[in-house]
Nanobody
Framework: QVQLVESGGGLVQAGGSLRLSCAAS????????MAWFRQAPGKEREFVAS????????NYADSVKGRFTISRDNAKNTVYLQMSDLKPEDTAVYYC?????WGQGTQVTVSS
């Protein structure tokens, strides 16, 4: 079992930046594909970005390409999501996940 805890969310103005962190405990995540998802009010949860265990392969939703960057530090058992040029439509609860677990989410609110 692995526990995932997100942090770094908050309120930011449009055009601003935030860096989310996902700290894992209970098991090393080195060999796991890690991903970020988000869920806006009244909408289904959607994929944002993913990263392979070695960081060699990353994938992004079209809506965040060029603005968000996913990375990981396996020594710290942590995954990050650097978000730049934030837009009001990025407002959502952001979740970290792998094949074993989901985190509890962190709220990101972007004001116009």
């Amino acid at each position: 079992q692995v526990q995932l805890v997100e942090s770094g969310g908050g309120l930011v103005q449009a055009g601003g930046s935030l860096r989310l962190s996902c700290a894992a405990s209970g098991r090393a995540i080195t060999n796991y594909l890690m991903a970020w998802f988000r869920q806006a009010p009244g909408k289904e949860r959607e994929f944002v970005a993913s990263i392979s265990g070695s960081s060699a392969v990353t994938n992004y939703a079209d809506s965040v390409k060029g603005r968000f960057t996913i990375s990981r530090d396996n020594a710290k058992n942590t995954v990050y999501l650097q978000m730049s040029d934030l837009k009001p439509e990025d407002t959502a609860v952001y979740y970290c996940r792998n094949s074993l677990s989901w985190g509890q989410g962190t709220q990101v609110t972007v004001s116009s």
